[in-house]
T-cell receptor, first 112, second 114 residues
């Protein structure tokens, strides 16, 4: 059971480039989330989804986009990378009644 | 809005010392409360939780009690080990939340030295 899988683990982008962070879960979870973690700032919610075809903004959505075409996958898109998006990104999932988030191992992104 | 405040780190302790990491929250009603732990290079994982007042969550020697009167959920361990070195996050989910959106504190880094 792989759980939540994130790719890539590390990436360096130049300002203005775009990329997609991949997230997949094999637990048939309805709910999926993208968080960013900045040093000393905890985790901030970027976007979340309660099921295929349904997404909503979290606390810090600017500069990001998401889609949820399947239950398993929840990619995060950066269209025009900026230095402020340098962070560690975590994907997580859960299901109703579980009240526990399952996290991926993270993607460390640097925008230079 | 809902918020979680936890003690600033980093915290450095000697092995077998007593650990307390303070956490207080602001929320409407009675949220569910959690402690997550992040080991170096890994994602977060649930350490323990409590879903109603006076509940005590416990796991791996760690404990935290849901105190409604002080809106607190302090993490304690009687004797820490080097392997407990990690970042600890206090978090909450509002009782009425339908999408389980966690609100996290800023995290407290613990280093345990032999």
């Amino acid at each position: 059971n792989a759980g939540v899988t994130q790719t890539p683990k590390f990436r360096i982008l130049k300002i203005g480039q775009s990329m997609t962070l991949q997230c997949a879960q094999d637990m048939n979870h309805n709910y999926m989330y993208w968080y960013r973690q900045d040093p000393g700032m905890g985790l901030k919610l970027i976007y979340y989804s309660v099921g295929a075809g349904i997404t909503d903004k979290g606390e810090v959505p600017n500069g990001y986009n998401v889609s949820r075409s399947t239950t398993e996958d929840f990619p995060l898109r950066l269209e025009l990378a900026a230095p402020s998006q340098t962070s560690v990104y975590f994907c997580a999932s859960t299901a109703p009644g579980v009240e526990k988030l399952f996290f991926g191992s993270g993607t460390q992104l640097s925008v230079l | 809005g809902d918020s979680v405040t936890q003690m600033e780190g980093p915290v450095t302790l000697s092995e077998e010392a007593f650990l307390t990491i303070n956490c207080t929250y602001t929320a409407t009603g009675y949220p569910s409360l959690f402690w997550y732990v992040q080991y170096p290079g890994e994602g977060l994982q649930l350490l323990l939780k409590a879903t109603k007042a006076d509940d005590k969550g416990s796991n791996k020697g760690f404990e935290a009690t849901y105190r409604k009167e002080t809106t607190s959920f302090h993490l304690e361990k009687g004797s820490v080990q080097v392997s407990d070195s990690a970042v600890y996050f206090c978090a909450l989910i509002p009782i009425q939340a339908g999408s389980y959106q966690l609100t996290f504190g800023k995290g407290t880094k613990l280093s345990v030295i032999p």
